[in-house]
């Protein structure tokens, strides 16, 4: 037997259960030194720690092959969310049924007088989340005098939630015999410093190898225009068509924005995150696992302990804070064994910041092109010709039906109709951009700027449109080494700004930067739109800021064969101005990007000044 050195209670229930053979953490944790002794554990997702700790506490627990009467807990196990207590609620249920365990669930957003009826009847094992089991100990409801085993569960999800506060209270509140586990993904400095401060002499067990990445996952780095964010999720859905799908989202109302988009699309998602009901989430889970939904849109933390064991895709919609944030995403597949991949989708601006997350996190992704409208017709065509091929015995009734349709219609006529009812059933793809890899070859060019606006055939023409002979130029943080293109910049703008793309007019650019300009009249109306949509850092989700730039581009448009700049005008507004000609001329006139004419040099109030956020400039003289 391959389970001999356990207790026979165990052992009998992972056989029933089809266990072969114990899991790398599952057995360290077993080992004659890890008998007796606090351990510090770090294992991947899904590599089967609820049922390593589990396993590692039964000799505190078991007398006689069965758990004794308590009328307090003798073992208490921690867990960051409310989905990853019921989990393990779960899983020590079928492996400490035999021993008689009566195990009781506290966490939040549950009836707590239930939960304390529970506790005064008398349980041995107490699972559940950090705030909740905190007010049952400062109510008197949960006794943890007789505790023997106390096992925290992701503890650093728990610390970076702002949990230390009440992981210490709990700890204080228990015998200073008691035996302490603290399983994790990751072991940095604050769970070090938790463990010298509430273990004795721990035992060190790891089973991360120097690949942090999980060997059964397959990284993928999906690079989009910020505009087409939502198009390539749609279209990386119906590339892969996974049984089941999880999308990660950074904040509430993004969820809630995704899986409304989704839902009208046709696809059977649910969703998850804070404002969600404890009903609400056991509904969705439930859905995901009777496969009446397929995607799941989720927050970090609303995702945490979940396992669907059909789950093979997850998509980083907005990409992870950190490499340990990407790793407890992506391990929600890939998990005992089964083999997964995980998508982040990178905005061309966010792609060296991506680039150093996966180096850091030691993680080999494959980087590729958003998949493309074409891509995914010609994907559905494979699997229909698969479907349609594979040997299916065939009822007598089908049979029936189908020699009436080849005597109506021809054979032809028949297999177009089916393909059309097949595609039908699912949402159409999305076209995106042009989507050209970053460090594709491009011409030379040794200028800073180059217009990219109006009639590709008139270069310069949006400086000569109607209404922007007065104009403020403004500043972009992103330029051709991160894929800069109208096309995505043009709707950005629009979004962020809250203008119509006939109010904006030309677009320059550079190398690292590009520069735009709007009619004066609505400049101040236009920059408080843009401080409302940008976070602290003035930057929106994918990471591009945009700022005043009063002197407009300092350098010239590159000049044509022909000797003239292509969309530079020279200081009385003829093209044809040299390339050399500096920003300011001697004499005070004014060169390439400013606003001079042929009265002169211009006074400093004609100049824009940048206002804070929501503040007006002051009128131009007349």
């Not at 991160?482 to 904006?504: F, M, S, Y």
Request: glycine share 8%.
């Amino acid at each position: 037997m391959p389970f001999d050195h356990l207790s026979p209670v165990l052992s009998d229930a992972l056989t029933a259960r089809g266990y072969e053979a114990l899991t790398p953490v599952q057995s360290a944790v077993v080992e004659a030194e890890a008998k007796g002794r606090d351990l510090l554990v770090s294992a991947q997702t899904g590599s089967g720690k609820t049922v390593a700790f589990g396993l590692a506490m039964a000799d505190e627990l078991i007398e006689d092959g069965r758990l004794p009467f308590a009328t307090s807990p003798l073992a208490l196990i921690v867990a960051p969310t409310r989905e990853l207590a019921l989990q393990v609620s779960r899983e020590l249920g079928w492996l400490y049924a035999k021993a008689g365990a009566r195990i009781a669930t506290c966490i939040g957003g549950m009836d707590a007088s239930k939960e304390r009826r529970a506790l005064n009847q008398g349980v041995q094992i107490v699972v559940g989340t950090p705030g909740r089991l905190r007010d049952h100990l400062e109510r008197g409801a949960l006794d943890l005098a007789a505790l023997r085993v106390a096992v925290l569960d992701e503890a650093d999800e728990m610390l970076d939630m702002g949990f230390r506060d009440d992981l210490e209270e709990i700890l204080d509140g228990t015998p200073e015999t008691r035996r302490t586990l603290l399983f994790s993904a990751t072991i940095p400095k604050p769970i070090v410093q938790l463990a010298k401060r509430y273990q004795r002499d721990a035992l060190r067990i790891s089973t991360v190898g120097e690949d942090r990445g999980h060997g059964d996952i397959a990284y993928q780095a999906v690079t989009v225009a910020p505009a087409d964010i939502e198009g390539a999720v749609i279209n990386l859905l119906r590339l892969h068509e996974a049984e089941t799908a999880m999308l990660f989202c950074a904040t509430r109302d993004n969820v809630r924005r995704l899986h409304a988009s989704l839902v009208e699309r046709g696809f059977a998602a649910v969703a998850l995150s804070g404002e969600h009901s404890q009903n609400e989430r056991n509904q969705a889970l439930q859905a995901l696992r009777d496969r009446r939904a397929r995607v799941c849109v989720a927050t970090d933390v609303a995702a945490r302990g979940i396992d669907l064991p059909t789950l093979s895709l997850v998509i980083h919609v907005e990409i992870p804070r950190d490499a340990e944030a990407l790793q407890h995403r992506s391990g929600r597949t890939g998990r005992a064994g089964k083999k997964g991949t995980a998508v982040l989708i990178v905005p061309y601006p966010r792609r060296r910041r991506v680039d150093g997350m996966l180096r850091g996190a030691r993680i080999n992704a494959e980087w590729m092109d958003a998949p493309t409208a074409a891509d995914v017709r010609a994907r559905d065509q494979e699997r229909l010709i698969e479907k349609l091929l594979a040997p299916v015995e065939h009822e007598p009734e089908d049979l029936e039906l189908a020699q009436r349709l080849m005597a109506e219609r021809s054979a032809e006529d028949i297999a177009a109709s089916l393909v059309r009812a097949h595609r039908a059933l699912m949402p159409p793809p999305e076209d995106l951009l042009d989507n050209s890899p970053r460090g594709r070859e491009r011409p030379e060019r040794d200028d800073r700027f180059e217009r990219q606006t109006g009639d590709r055939g008139e270069r310069g023409s949006a400086d000569r449109r109607e209404g922007f002979e007065d104009s403020v130029w403004f500043r972009l943080n992103i330029g051709r080494h991160q894929n800069a293109d109208p096309r995505w910049i043009l709707p950005l703008l629009c979004r962020r700004g809250h203008v119509t793309k006939g109010e904006i007019g030309a677009i320059r650019i550079g190398p690292r930067e590009t520069m735009f300009n709007i009619p004066r009249a609505i400049a101040d109306r236009f920059a408080e739109a843009v401080m409302r949509s940008a976070n602290a850092d003035g930057e929106d989700d994918s990471g591009v800021a945009i700022t005043p730039a009063p002197d407009g581009p300092t350098y010239p448009p590159r000049r044509d064969k022909g000797g003239y700049s292509k969309g530079g005008h020279d200081k009385s507004g003829h093209k044809g101005a040299s390339r050399a000609t500096p920003s300011r001329a001697p004499g005070g006139d004014r060169g390439f990007g400013d606003r001079a004419g042929p009265r002169g040099p211009a006074s400093k109030t004609d100049r824009y000044k940048p206002k804070p956020y929501g503040q007006r400039s002051p009128r131009r003289p007349k």
